[in-house]
């Protein structure tokens, strides 16, 4: 079967783009690919000695809550805040007429989740650790609807910040504290269950938290909820939608405003 040939040009774009993001992330660093797994691993150690030693959360197996959480939401974060500065970074490719400006954004997602899924036997390895087995029935539809939500939502996100940014600059300083204050919105290392009641409706309309249920559901407590399937795809397409009309609109002015 004969692939379009703008199918093939694309793939390559793509190809280039994410070895590229590679070269730049890990030039001159020592440990290289190793601190995608650092980062988020150190980060799970801090927050288990404050709210799992100090403060006490009551949760079973409560540092394989915080690894599956924080892994999930370094990812995110980290989509979201790259593509706060990849149309400044790629400046000369703005300029071509002929390029999917989109790309770019798209491409940030595709080589954070290299890493995000070369972290994955550290999570599987702390299930055996805790003796966790997964619902096999229920793995596959979880993965399925928890990465396509999330893919949806991320890049729908980033494609409001990458060209918002690109008209007020101050919007990359303000992002990290957006980004903090969603954090502890959203169930990352505090358990659902100790969010008081009256706030509890903040998890109920928050696509993050219901993806770190979907999550969880497959790596700390293994189940299945067919329920929220629907009203978290459609919430985090509605996101990408969204975004992708922002970023269109927007991306005629991409160029001048470099």
């Not at 702390?126 to 979880?142: G, I, K, T």
């Not at 910040?161 to 990290?176: K, S, W």
């Not at 204050?181 to 219901?210: D, G, Q, R």
């Not at 978290?232 to 509605?238: A, G, P, T, Y």
Request: proline letters at 5%; aromatic letters at 18%; a positive charge.
């Amino acid at each position: 079967m004969n692939i379009p040939r703008n199918l093939i040009l694309k793939r390559d774009q793509i190809w280039v783009l994410i070895a590229k993001d590679f070269k730049l992330k890990y030039n001159s660093t020592a440990l290289g690919f190793l601190w995608s797994l650092l980062v988020p691993t150190l980060t799970s150690v801090v927050y288990y000695f404050v709210f799992g030693i100090m403060i006490r959360f009551d949760a079973p197996n409560y540092l394989l809550y915080l690894m599956s959480g924080t892994f999930l939401w370094q990812f995110f974060s980290n989509v979201v805040m790259m593509n706060g500065i990849v149309l400044a970074a790629n400046q000369g490719l703005l300029k071509k007429t002929s390029f999917d400006r989109s790309l770019l954004v798209r491409c940030t997602f595709y080589t954070e989740s290299i890493h995000f899924f070369l972290t994955l036997p550290v999570l599987f390895g702390m299930m055996a650790f805790y003796r966790q087995m997964p619902d096999w029935a229920s793995l596959a539809p979880n993965l399925v609807v928890c990465l396509v939500s999330l893919y949806f939502l991320s890049v729908g996100i980033s494609y409001i910040y990458a060209a918002c940014n690109i008209y007020f600059r101050d919007l990359e300083r303000i992002m990290g504290l957006l980004l903090m204050m969603w954090m502890f919105c959203s169930p990352v290392f505090i358990p659902a269950t100790a969010y008081p009641a009256e706030y509890k409706f903040v998890l109920h309309y928050n696509p993050i938290a219901m993806i770190l249920q979907l999550w969880r559901d497959i790596f700390y407590m293994p189940a299945w909820h067919p329920e929220i399937y629907l009203k978290l795809f459609l919430s985090s397409l509605c996101v990408f939608f969204l975004g992708r009309c922002v970023f269109r609109k927007m991306e005629p002015g991409f160029a001048e405003m470099m």
